[in-house]
């Protein structure tokens, strides 16, 4: 399957090492003086470790990889100590990963007896520890991160103008992490990038309760990964439904097409639902397909 890992350039790479405590599954080696990536398995793509590399070589890639297994992962880190587990289980947890925190934390208690070190001192730190900064280095921008819109609506208030319903950044295609838990049995809507510049009710009607990407088929490049991605949140995040919105110009129809190709790649059937806007904001179709 193709998922985001990390990627290292090695003409950069002087091999100083701050790269590798602040990769909490054990992913990064310094081998032969060089940072490397030593296994698919281990690297979750969330990218922890690229804010702290002085010379910029780490950055990350999609290509073809194996899924991320938290099983896995912890069977290698128990040996590493508790403060590595400790790191990396907050690691999950500010990034809002709380299914593969579970999943790490289980294993720690179905092999509890086999531990070096007090199961309750990791879970009791790991629980007390109340940041919530998102990515702990790389691009702040492309921080996975839940968001809570607000609920400020009552009987005296029934309705707030402008209110935003976004549940999760980033949003755009190629900076979303398909893996990120937000997106699991969630209902997913697609929509160009006009799209929410021309609806004034595009939060309110149609990304409520919704998870978002968004993508522009004529001005974005490789096309295909976006496919891949699709393809993953369908089969591995299960999403319930897909919405694809687009615009009533020529171009936009592509979007609907890579959604098409995704969906008939993939393994799992989702309902598929396609929206057309005109551009004074009107919905000029809607239709399941």
């Keep these: 399957m193709k998922r985001e890992v990390v990627k290292i350039d090695e003409e950069l790479c002087n091999g100083c090492g701050n790269c590798i405590p602040n990769c909490h599954e054990g992913a990064l080696q310094i081998i032969d003086g060089k940072a490397r990536l030593v296994s698919d398995l281990l690297c979750d793509g969330l990218g922890a470790c690229i804010g702290h590399c002085p010379l910029d070589a780490i950055s990350i890639e999609t290509r073809e990889a194996e899924p991320y297994n938290e099983t896995k992962v912890m069977e290698q880190m128990i040996d590493m100590?508790?403060?590595t587990v400790i790191a990396h289980l907050k690691h999950l947890k500010e990034h809002k990963e709380f299914d593969l925190l579970k999943e790490g934390v289980t294993f720690l208690k179905?092999?509890?007896?086999?531990?070096?070190?007090?199961?309750?001192e990791?879970?009791?730190e790991v629980h007390n520890d109340l940041k919530n900064t998102g990515c702990a280095g790389g691009c702040p921008g492309s921080a996975a991160k839940s968001l809570q819109p607000k609920n400020e609506t009552s009987a005296d208030n029934p309705m707030v103008s402008g209110q935003s319903e976004l549940r999760q950044w980033p949003v755009q295609m190629h900076l979303i992490n398909p893996q990120?838990?937000?997106?699991?049995?969630?209902?997913?809507?697609?929509a160009a990038d006009c799209v929410g510049f021309a609806m004034g009710n595009f939060h309110q009607e149609y990304l409520k309760g919704k998870?978002?990407?968004?993508?522009?088929?004529?001005?974005?490049?490789?096309l295909d990964i976006y496919v891949e991605k699709l393809v993953q949140l369908i089969d591995v995040a299960k999403v319930n439904t897909?919405?694809?919105?687009?615009?009533?110009?020529?171009c936009c129809g592509g979007l609907l097409q890579l959604v098409k190709k995704a969906v008939a790649k993939a393994d799992r059937k989702v309902p598929l639902k396609s929206?057309?806007?005109s551009l004074e904001g009107e919905i000029l179709s809607e239709e399941w397909v």
């Design 81 to 83: 100590g508790k403060n």
């Design 110 to 120: 179905v092999n509890e007896k086999d531990l070096s070190f007090s199961l309750g």
């Design 122 to 124: 990791v879970i009791q």
């Design 180 to 190: 990120a838990g937000y997106f699991k049995n969630s209902d997913l809507l697609i």
């Design 211 to 222: 998870t978002l990407a968004i993508a522009c088929p004529k001005l974005d490049s490789s």
């Design 242 to 250: 897909l919405t694809v919105m687009i615009m009533q110009v020529p």
């Design 275 to 277: 929206i057309m806007i």
